[in-house]
């Protein structure tokens, strides 16, 4: 596709976007007050209130093992006292965003449940990264990893013709999967999804984690996410877990290591981390 073309097919797919993947209005909901300073926890409760689906999953969630809390929480009230705001948001987006990641993605080689092994194995490695460097909330680290790429999810659905030049072009070269959609579309699908999280109306940490997780050294400079999620997306491909077509050639910036405080021989024990917890 030439340049023009290239800008044509990537407005055409973000006007698109609200349709392709919308997220549950009780969710949109959340997100919506919890950017109103005048909102308060009653505001939350009384909204989830409203969509019983949503507390129940949100409820187990709340009494999983990872929280650890010795007795059962039975109440949206109590859940929202117990975790705060900003739990429950992310607990809200992680309920609904995970069944999406289920479907498999041909353009990608990912089958069934393929993209959300490899999304909830990056969640789960940016969270434990979150957890020894303490500079990022660990449950906010979570669903970084889980959305980061939610772009394909898109791309699968839109750019299926394309695809097949942007595979033939990997497999002929020395070129990063990341640089060939690049070539071919014009864009990756870091770059879709972080239109994606805009739709949504998502912090611009969020947007911008997802945006340049193949290419941290783009983020902006107190944005150590991405680097985050950057190193515990490579973990996972290390580890091969749901990786497709772009794990091949895959890009690593070593300069991330050391921006979050980690060395080489951190990896191997990050690992086992993962593994153990998923
Ligand atoms: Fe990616
Ligand atoms: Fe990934």
Redesign the pocket.
């Known amino acids: 596709m030439v340049d023009k073309d290239k800008e044509a097919f990537l407005n055409k797919i973000v006007s698109g976007l609200t349709d392709l993947l919308p997220l549950p209005t009780t969710v949109m909901a959340i997100i919506k007050i919890s950017k109103n300073p005048n909102s308060n926890l009653q505001d939350l409760v009384k909204l989830l209130d409203k969509d019983q689906a949503m507390v129940t999953r949100i409820l187990r969630l709340a009494n999983s093992s990872h929280y650890g809390f010795s007795k059962e929480i039975k109440t949206i009230n109590h859940a929202v006292v117990c975790l705060g705001f900003k739990t429950i948001q992310n607990m809200a987006l992680t309920v609904s965003v995970s069944p999406m990641f289920q479907q498999s993605l041909d353009s990608y080689l990912l089958e069934k449940e393929g993209l959300f092994k490899?999304?909830n194995a990056?969640a789960v490695g940016s969270r434990i990264i979150a957890q020894q460097q303490k500079y990022v909330d660990p449950d906010e680290s979570y669903v970084m990893g889980l959305l980061?790429?939610v772009g394909k999810l898109i791309l699968d659905q839109c750019a299926k013709e394309q695809f097949v030049d942007v595979i033939n072009l990997v497999k002929k070269g020395n070129i990063s999967f990341i640089e060939a959609e690049e070539q071919i579309l014009g864009f990756n699908h870091g770059e879709i999804g972080a239109k994606v999280a805009e739709k949504w109306n998502l912090s611009s940490e969020l947007v911008e984690t997802i945006r340049f997780?193949h290419n941290p050294e783009q983020a902006s400079e107190n944005n150590k996410s991405v680097h985050m999620v950057h190193i515990a997306?490579y973990l996972?491909?290390m580890m091969g877990i749901g990786i497709g077509y772009?794990g091949l050639n895959y890009d690593f910036n070593e300069k991330s290591l050391e921006l979050i405080g980690l060395r080489n021989e951190d990896m191997e024990p990050l690992m086992v981390s993962i593994m153990n917890e998923l």
């Open positions: 490899h999304s990056v980061h790429d997780h997306n996972v491909e772009d």
